[in-house]
């Protein structure tokens, strides 16, 4: 697996061109209460063994091509799916919107 690269705080970044099928780059943020809500709503009662559904309290997205952000921490992780994921870095929107993504799908603007 290739090293992902370095970002500096204030560079200007934007995901990577993917494959017309390949897996689109994410971004990963706290899920909000009512995005927690609308997860149980989708997700009641229990799994098949019996226990009750517990949602991460995060929530990932797609990042749409072309969309430029700027770079608030250059390397942090991201806690995603029950699992601390590294080599991701801080990202804010245009919005003001923070999130991180994985640097490996992130490039910077020239």
Known sequence: MATPPGFYKGQVVT?????????RPYGVRTASPSEKDA???DHPGHDDAGESYVHDGTTGFVMPEG???TVVRGRCSAYHGWIMRYGYCEVEAEDGSRFKADRRDLVVVA
Not at 15 to 23: M, Q
């Open 39 to 41: 997860w149980y709503a």
């Open 15 to 23: 995901p990577r061109k993917t494959r017309e099928f390949g897996p």
């Open 67 to 69: 969309t430029r952000y």
